[in-house]
């Protein structure tokens, strides 16, 4: 590991100054994916703002009537909260099938958001990557890549954002609430926050440098039947093939994003105008501009029968 | 949670190391300056571990794990992936387990942690560890701390009611059930793949308990 120095913050504005102008500053909070890739000098800060301190660690009300999620809430505390369990429980399904009870009792909620793409090649330094180092090509294009992207590639790089949190968020139209070192604020749809690789694979999401999170606001709670489908190597603790975050209505319309797939949570909303079409003509909607690989072509018809495992459940439940 | 490290402190950090942020004291600046230049940054940290109070000067690079190991020797947590895919590494940290390979020593400044060593003794074992005894949940014996530490906040995190992803419904309290304590452990490694007998030794204390 390189070495840095490291301070804590008091103020969040304080905290996203010294970021936004010191190069080689970073943000830390939960650390879980920070030290796992500053161990491989994935990452090497040269200073860490410790974010722990800033009191964004609760979850309130908003007056219309949905719940703001201080940035540093555990996945624990935000999984076990009683009104997202009972209001907004596709997202504390989707919180808990990730990661383990360790991980999640120390990560935040930010910090889930931020996490880094687990693509073997991006973690091997001896890889070319240009996610790790921009402009030395993908090894993963041609290489190992089962676990990999399916759709929002580029020939930049294939990678997927690993998490799962996020993909319950898009269906529950979230958004990210953020403070910048001239202490102004703004509010981006979670839809928006992820980026599609393109030519930039090593910028994740739209922040900027020094843009730290403050909360994850959830709208209005949205009624039906709540579900997250994760289907994995093992039963616990292994990321996604393919995930399912949705919300089912009575009358059969429903929510759908998937996890495992994209460099984002991916959901289209066209397709979900017309439920009757079934799961197999909804999937093909979603799925009409997927560029998969040999290797990773079943995700494909894995994330079909997924979708249409989790209707036909939701019906069940609703029944 | 901690009493803070005064972020204002950190200038000094980068040129000067562990004296100047550990200062205050005259005589301070003659250390500065007899220090290599190009020493790693280092800095003043509280734990209270066990129950004691140990004060330290650490790398800002020290891991917990490696501030209890190495710094501490307190040898009972153990190193395996050091990456937070075993759980070797558990600790408890004010109250809730974590792995603690993957946390700096300087972000639990003024944190409470509890060990292996810390839970019992080898004349006074914890109840858990007298059941990892009986039920033989171990052959090589080198995930078991961090087994133990995880077994003993699963049976807490159950009886707090904190979800699970094999729970039916959300609104119910989990229970203390096989199935629970299997999906809650799934952060703990057993090469030897002792895991019926971790089942069993965990079982027996949440009966006890219920």
């Given at each position: 590991?390189?070495?840095?120095?490291?301070?804590?913050?008091?103020?969040?504005?304080?905290?996203?100054?010294?970021?936004?102008?010191?190069?080689?500053?970073?943000?830390?909070?939960?650390?879980?994916?920070?030290?796992?890739?500053?161990?491989?000098?994935?990452?090497?800060?040269?200073?860490?703002?410790?974010?722990?301190?800033?009191?964004?660690?609760?979850?309130?009300?908003?007056?219309?009537?949905?719940?703001?999620?201080?940035?540093?809430?555990?996945?624990?505390?935000?999984?076990?909260?009683?009104?997202?369990?009972?209001?907004?429980?596709?997202?504390?399904?989707?919180?808990?099938?990730?990661?383990?009870?360790?991980?999640?009792?120390?990560?935040?909620?930010?910090?889930?958001?931020?996490?880094?793409?687990?693509?073997?090649?991006?973690?091997?330094?001896?890889?070319?990557?240009?996610?790790?180092?921009?402009?030395?090509?993908?090894?993963?294009?041609?290489?190992?890549?089962?676990?990999?992207?399916?759709?929002?590639?580029?020939?930049?790089?294939?990678?997927?954002?690993?998490?799962?949190?996020?993909?319950?968020?898009?269906?529950?139209?979230?958004?990210?609430?953020?403070?910048?070192?001239?202490?102004?604020?703004?509010?981006?749809?979670?839809?928006?926050?992820?980026?599609?690789?393109?030519?930039?694979?090593?910028?994740?999401?739209?922040?900027?440098?020094?843009?730290?999170?403050?909360?994850?606001?959830?709208?209005?709670?949205?009624?039906?039947?709540?579900?997250?489908?994760?289907v994995r190597d093992r039963s616990s603790y292994a990321f996604a093939l393919v995930s399912v975050a949705a919300v089912v209505a009575k009358d059969g319309t429903g929510r759908f994003a998937f996890g495992g797939v994209a460099p984002k949570p991916w959901r289209v909303e066209a397709a979900e105008q017309e439920p009757s079409r079934g799961p197999k003509a909804i999937a093909a909607q979603i799925f009409a501009d997927a560029r998969p690989t040999k290797d990773n072509a079943?995700?494909?018809?894995?994330?079909?029968?997924?979708?249409?495992?989790?209707?036909?459940?939701?019906?069940?439940?609703?029944? | 949670?901690?009493?803070?490290?005064?972020?204002?402190?950190?200038?000094?950090?980068?040129?000067?190391?562990?004296?100047?942020?550990?200062?205050?004291?005259?005589?301070?600046?003659?250390?500065?300056?007899?220090?290599?230049?190009?020493?790693?940054?280092?800095?003043?940290?509280?734990?209270?571990?066990?129950?004691?109070?140990?004060?330290?000067?650490?790398?800002?690079?020290?891991?917990?794990?490696?501030?209890?190991?190495?710094?501490?020797?307190?040898?009972?947590?153990?190193?395996?992936?050091?990456?937070?895919?075993?759980?070797?590494?558990?600790?408890?940290?004010?109250?809730?387990?974590?792995?603690?390979?993957?946390?700096?020593?300087?972000?639990?400044?003024?944190?409470?942690?509890?060990?292996?060593?810390?839970?019992?003794?080898?004349?006074?074992?914890?109840?858990?560890?007298?059941?990892?005894?009986?039920?033989?949940?171990?052959?090589?014996?080198?995930?078991?701390?961090?087994?133990?530490?995880?077994?003993?906040?699963?049976?807490?995190?159950?009886?707090?009611?904190?979800?699970?992803?094999?729970?039916?419904?959300?609104?119910?309290?989990?229970?203390?059930?096989?199935?629970?304590?299997?999906?809650?452990?799934?952060?703990?490694?057993?090469?030897?793949?002792?895991?019926?007998?971790?089942?069993?030794?965990?079982?027996?204390?949440?009966?006890?308990?219920?």
């Open positions: 590991m390189k070495a840095f120095t490291y301070t804590r913050a008091k103020d969040p504005v304080e905290a996203a100054q010294i970021v936004a102008r010191e190069p080689g500053a970073k943000f830390i909070a939960g650390g879980t994916n920070l030290l796992d890739l500053m161990k491989l000098e994935i990452e090497t800060p040269s200073h860490l703002v410790d974010v722990q301190d800033l009191k964004l660690d609760a979850i309130d009300k908003t007056d219309d009537g949905g719940l703001r999620i201080g940035a540093l809430v555990s996945n624990t505390r935000l999984a076990a909260d009683k009104r997202v369990r009972r209001d907004y429980a596709v997202l504390t399904r989707a919180i808990v099938a990730g990661a383990s009870g360790q991980l999640r009792n120390k990560a935040t909620t930010a910090g889930n958001l931020l996490q880094r793409t687990r693509c073997p090649y991006f973690y091997d330094p001896n890889m070319a990557c240009n996610k790790r180092k921009p402009g030395s090509g993908c090894a993963a294009i041609g290489g190992y890549s089962r676990q990999l992207g399916v759709i929002g590639t580029s020939d930049a790089c294939i990678a997927t954002y690993p998490g799962d949190m996020a993909v319950a968020l898009r269906v529950l139209d979230a958004s990210v609430e953020t403070v910048r070192g001239d202490g102004q604020r703004r509010t981006i749809p979670i839809a928006d926050f992820h980026r599609v690789w393109g030519d930039h694979p090593e910028r994740d999401t739209v922040l900027d440098k020094g843009e730290l999170i403050t909360a994850v606001t959830l709208p209005r709670p949205v009624g039906g039947v709540h579900l997250y489908r994760k079943f995700k494909l018809t894995l994330a079909e029968r997924t979708l249409a495992s989790v209707i036909d459940e939701a019906r069940e439940m609703a029944a | 949670m901690s009493e803070g490290l005064d972020v204002t402190r950190r200038i000094m950090l980068a040129s000067g190391g562990a004296a100047a942020a550990l200062a205050a004291a005259p005589g301070a600046e003659a250390r500065l300056s007899a220090e290599k230049p190009d020493s790693p940054p280092h800095l003043p940290i509280t734990l209270t571990v066990n129950g004691a109070r140990r004060d330290l000067t650490l790398d800002t690079r020290t891991t917990l794990l490696d501030a209890l190991r190495e710094h501490l020797h307190l040898t009972g947590t153990k190193k395996g992936c050091d990456h937070g895919q075993c759980g070797a590494c558990t600790v408890i940290v004010n109250g809730e387990r974590i792995n603690s390979c993957l946390t700096l020593a300087a972000m639990h400044h003024g944190d409470k942690i509890t060990t292996i060593e810390g839970l019992g003794t080898p004349d006074k074992l914890h109840p858990m560890q007298a059941a990892f005894v009986k039920h033989d949940g171990y052959q090589c014996g080198y995930c078991t701390p961090g087994q133990i530490c995880s077994a003993v906040a699963v049976l807490d995190e159950i009886r707090a009611g904190i979800p699970s992803h094999i729970q039916a419904d959300l609104l119910e309290k989990p229970g203390l059930t096989a199935i629970e304590m299997r999906e809650r452990m799934s952060g703990n490694i057993c090469r030897c793949g002792a895991y019926s007998n971790i089942a069993d030794a965990m079982a027996e204390i949440a009966g006890d308990k219920v």
